[in-house]
């Protein structure tokens, strides 16, 4: 070992850097060449997998930005879809469709979801919960255009047309599972002294429930049902055969209903100009709504209780 | 009521011993507490419920409407080539392949990426970046599918077909998967499109498994003199191995499963073509493009088979998936100690 020759430099300056100098040469002298490139090589293998990872992330946005900005105009947000061909037109009618959809699948989607965590974390640390747990797991991954299909065929066949309540059934089951897997993580973050103070002052188990331990945990909670809100506020699959589009003004919730990211796709696979103008400027609102979702968020959180939690 | 030794040892024979005492405590509430919280359970219950009756549901509706096809054409559906509507003579073999060739092809470029952002984040990364990468990343996640398609359609195709598509063909044309027309639209960019989707699927699995390995992992291999790349495979990577593997199936589920992005990008052609230029059509994209469209019974049977098909493969791919990444998080319900 090299130890040893640490000793000979006399000055205390030298002597103070000389111990880890020592040992770090001496372990890169020890380390064989070929050691030494693979380690860098690994380095620079994982740098340039972020770099490449976020490149097509800042090139989406940067399109969505440069292409969508210049059709967002008073008229886009106010009007209804011209016939094809035609130039001009907005999608308003779709925006409110969005808003539309998506109110009916909180209703069915933030009470199923919140009842099932606590459920999970409050009566359910037995099997039972564990199959719920895996059941919502799995739930998870169904493709969403399978979602539409089961709603097509459980709804829409039975309404005999295509409806906003239909894609907002198809949505709100979609959004059970997120919100069900966070409201039982953050419940579980409640330390249970909480609830025993509680039951210690004759409160009841449901009581403490809603209002002690889901209180406590809000911030979380909201945090996953916006996560929740933001996935599906994007998805198409699921809304082509049940909400379906519509070129018009619809405020009923059994008629066939716009949506922005319906509308997106039609324009997109269109042969029309306008029209692919018009679909960067619906995908850049939809994206806005969705950063902005997830924006909000993130404030919440970074300042609420559970800081770090989410 | 019962006596204190008695409550001493329940307490003793149970992990929870606070919860236990205060249920035996609360056997002697009025009924003005216990018959809310008894159907507070309730209606808890049947929310919970509702999850495991939506899955049943859904696999009820799928085998129920897909009856006539699978009478009609038995095991042959998930072999024949013909996809003729007007003849009433359907198979499904393009679609399959497209759907396995294209996810194929997107865990193929995506797993070394996410697992290099991973192997970031969670150990070169100073840590002021760490958040801002892992919230990037999982920005790519919130992005909708639609959104991918358009920017697939307008800004990744044309450059596949003025750049890259040229030089595969001249670099790796002999290789028979880089030959043919050049579209730009096609499974090349189904599949690079669908890559960048599963990234943050991936990553953030990879990061979770590799951050529940124990730190002292880590310092025992550097105290043996291991550089830090070595560190990473030997003391990182071998122990979260099982995890990843989980979260990059989980990543395959998605990809199977995914519709929008790919439906409008891949060309939509139900052919098997070796090559990757050639356009292809995946199950999701047809039931996408052509649901609203079918006229006959029989059709729409077929359809919703490929549903069903899609459904249990990623029900499998899914189950599989989360039970390899709980072996590493340590179970379905982490409970805090």
Redesign the interface.
Known sequence: MRWPGCWSGPSPAALRGCVPNSVTAS?SQ??SLW??L??H???A??????V???I??L??FI??VI?GIGSVNITFLTQTPKPPGETGGGMANAIVGTGLILAVASVIGL??GI??G???A????NRF??????????????????????V???IVIRQKHFSAFSGGVALG?MM??TI?RAT??ML??VP?VIR?AA?GLGI????T?LSISLRTASAGVITGCMLAF??V?????PL??TA?GNQFWNLKLNQPTAAL?LQ??TY??SPYDDW?KQ??AG?LI??LL??GA?AAV?IVTSRGMLKGGA | MTSIPKLAQVAQSHKSAATTVLQKIRTSYPASSRIPDAFFGVIILLSAISVFAIVVLVAYELVEKSQLSLHQFGIKFFYGHDWDPVNDSFGAMPFIYGTLVSSFLALLLAVPASIGVAVFITEMCPQRLRAIISFLVELLAAIPSVIYGLWGIFVLAPLLREYVQPFLAKTLGWTGFFSGPMYGLGMLAAGIIMAIMVVPVIASITREVMTAVPQNQREAVLALGATRWEMIRMGVLRNARIGIVGGIILGLGRALGETMAVTMVIGNRPEVSKSLFAPGYTMASVIANEFTEATGDLYLSALVEIGLALFIVTLIVNALARLLVWTITGGAARVRA
């Open positions: 372990a020890e380390v050691r030494r693979t380690d090589g690994a380095t293998f994982a740098v340039s997998a972020a490449l990872v976020l097509p992330l090139a989406i399109y969505l292409k009470p199923l009842g099932s606590i459920y999970l409050e009566y359910g640390r919960g564990d199959l719920i747990r895996f059941t919502a797991d799995v739930l998870n991954g169904v493709p969403s255009i399978v979602m539409g299909i089961a097509y065929s459980l089951i059970i599972p069900a039982e993580e579980l973050m249970n025993e039951y009841p188990k449901w009581r429930t933001a996935r506020a994007g998805e198409t699959a082509l055969f379906f990211s997106v796709f997109a696979i692919h679909a960067w995908a939809l994206i969705i950063v997830v993130r």
